[in-house]
């Protein structure tokens, strides 16, 4: 499907591997030139590399999010390459899970710092070129801020202070003609989700597809989702055919979350 993203300029953060990659691939693949940013300088590379051999064109900028001042210098690698921005997806931070009385201060100021706080500052850095192109941004954020668990205290807050964030941004960009909205993924089949079924299997006895079958079975859903899924909606939301939906917190989960 032509979805309209010929020649756009977008900036995918934690695009080295999982869902930023998937998304930073199938925007390249509509033709748009894509500036992946993460930590990893070797696995951005890789990822990079893969999209230009597909015919694509990609940038790329190595840094932690977690720091003030790393926004600025991404924005400034950015503009020293495409020269101007259409698309800013927030996909980078995770967060950790565990028992409330065992995460520690740290803990809680490093899962802030690099999802919540880098959405900020780098919507913040890039509204002055997104006015400019009447662009838009996508916030990759997940279903536990709308359903929080014992066991995801940390990620439930900073989630669901993404997605209040996104809808103030939203405001904003309704006056600017900057589009805002939010995909929450569920469980996808990540780096992070093998980490997680890996543990699943180890305290359970449960060979691969029954742990699979329990996770999917415990959470509601009709299945685990691929990076491809959010990929796919992703660039729907961010083409000219999605340009209505504004202020949106789309929910791509298999059916997990119940709430209205």
Not at 69 to 86: I, N, Q, Y
Not at 161 to 189: H, R, W, Y
Not at 251 to 256: F, L, N, T, Y
């Amino acid at each position: 499907m032509e979805l309209g993203l010929k020649q756009k300029v977008a900036l995918v953060t934690g695009s080295s591997r999982g869902i930023g990659r998937a998304i930073a691939s199938e925007l390249a693949a509509e033709g748009a030139r894509v500036m992946l940013a993460g930590r990893d300088e070797a696995a951005l590379a890789e990822a990079a590399a893969a999209i230009e051999k597909a015919g694509g064109e990609a940038g790329l900028h190595a840094g932690d999010l977690r720091e003030p001042a790393e926004a600025g210098r991404l924005l400034a690698a950015l503009e020293a390459r495409f020269g101007a921005l259409d698309i800013l997806v927030n996909n980078a931070g995770a967060t950790k899970r565990g028992d409330f009385f065992a995460l520690s201060e740290a803990d809680w100021q490093d899962g802030f710092a690099l999802k919540f706080f880098a959405h900020v500052r780098l919507a913040r850095a890039a509204w002055p070129l997104l006015q400019a192109s009447k662009g838009a941004v996508l916030a990759i954020v997940g279903v536990g801020g709308r359903t929080p668990s014992a066991d995801f205290t940390i990620g439930s807050s900073v989630n669901a202070a993404c997605l209040a964030f996104t809808k103030a941004l939203a405001d904003i960009g309704k006056s600017c003609g900057v589009q805002v909205n939010a995909i929450n993924p569920g469980a996808v089949e990540t780096a992070r989700f093998r980490r997680n079924l890996e543990a699943l299997m180890a305290k359970s006895g449960l060979d691969e597809a029954a742990a699979r079958e329990r996770h999917r079975a415990e959470h509601g859903s009709t299945r685990i989702g691929q990076p491809a899924d959010i990929a796919g909606l992703a660039s729907f939301i961010l083409s000219p055919r999605g340009r209505w939906l504004h202020g949106a917190i789309v929910d791509m989960d298999g059916g997990q979350t119940r709430t209205l």
